[in-house]
Structures are given as structure tokens and as C-alpha cells.
């Protein structure tokens, strides 16, 4: 099954691209999908209202919806949600799991290998916020449109 929009902008002809939800399943090559549906959302918004949405943003965005998917189905359980949300100058990456838990941040260790995804995803971000949900957590990266 592959993701498909379960509300916002997507699918409203002329209306403006603010925001796009996806349900991410269990089956076939979730992560990319991910990535493309984060590259398509921000296409969107550039040919459609016109926004200048640099290559950096888009690279970083698909970056950070890669990291944040990956953990989601990694450490929790149920579905996967994708939120795109346009916020002034930024792409909002809203990333919903069934885990309750706030993610935390390994200690450094140089000998690691792997497990860096938070810590990315800290680096890139303008800003990241965990919210509890009555069935989970959402967590959302801000990120910069422009370079």
C-alpha cells in the first residue's frame, strides 16, 4: 500500500499548499516514499504559491523526514503519520508515532556506530518540539526555506 493524503491542501484544486498529510503503512519502501512525498509537497509550494523554497531546504527536509520516519518505525509501534505544514518562512516536518516516549539524545561516543538520527536532525533544524497525544508523540522540525 503506498502513503496517500488523508487531509489538508492535498487534492483542493486552487487551493493554496499549506499543508499535506500522509499515513505512512507498514509495507514496501516507506523512507523514500517519505522523501518524495516531502520533495513533492515543497515543489508544490514553489510552482503553485510561488514561494522561493531553495535546494538546501528541500535537501534538509527530506533529510530530516528520512531521520525522524526511520525512528518512528524503529522504536514505535502502530502507524506512522506525515505532516508538511507551511509556517511563515519554514516547512513544518510533523512526524506522529504510538510511542509515547520522548526521544533523548545518545551521549557522544566516537566508537558508535549509527543511532545519529536525532542528533542530525538537532543539527539541521531551526527548531524541534516533542508534544505527548492521547495514542503517542508528535515530534516537529522547523526548517528554513531559504538557504
Given amino acids: 500500500m503506498e502513503p496517500g493524503p488523508v487531509g489538508g491542501g492535498e ?7 499549506r499543508r499535506a498529510s500522509y499515513a505512512l503503512d507498514d509495507e514496501g519502501a516507506w523512507i523514500a516514499q517519505a522523501r518524495h512525498l516531502a520533495a513533492a509537497f515543497l515543489s508544490r509550494v514553489r ?4 514561494l522561493p523554497v531553495s535546494t538546501r531546504a528541500v ?3 527530506q533529510l530530516v523526514v528520512s531521520e525522524l520516519v526511520t525512528n518512528a518505525r524503529k522504536y514505535a509501534p ?3 503519520g506525515l505532516d508538511l505544514r507551511l509556517a511563515d518562512d519554514a516547512v513544518e ?9 520522548a526521544p533523548s539524545p ?3 561516543d566516537p566508537g558508535r556506530v549509527g543511532q545519529h538520527g536525532l ?3 538537532m543539527a539541521v533544524a531551526q527548531t ?4 505527548q497525544e492521547p495514542a503517542g508523540k508528535s515530534i516537529t522540525a522547523r526548517i528554513s526555506l531559504s538557504p
Fill in 93 to 101: 516536518v510533523i512526524v506522529h508515532d504510538g510511542n509515547p516516549a
Fill in 78 to 80: 502502530g502507524p506512522v
Fill in 11 to 17: 487534492g483542493v484544486p486552487g487551493a493554496p499548499v
Fill in 128 to 131: 524541534l518540539d516533542v508534544q
Fill in 106 to 108: 545518545r551521549d557522544a
Fill in 47 to 50: 510552482a503553485e504559491d510561488g
Fill in 59 to 61: 535537501e534538509v527536509t
Fill in 119 to 121: 542528533e542530525i536532525v
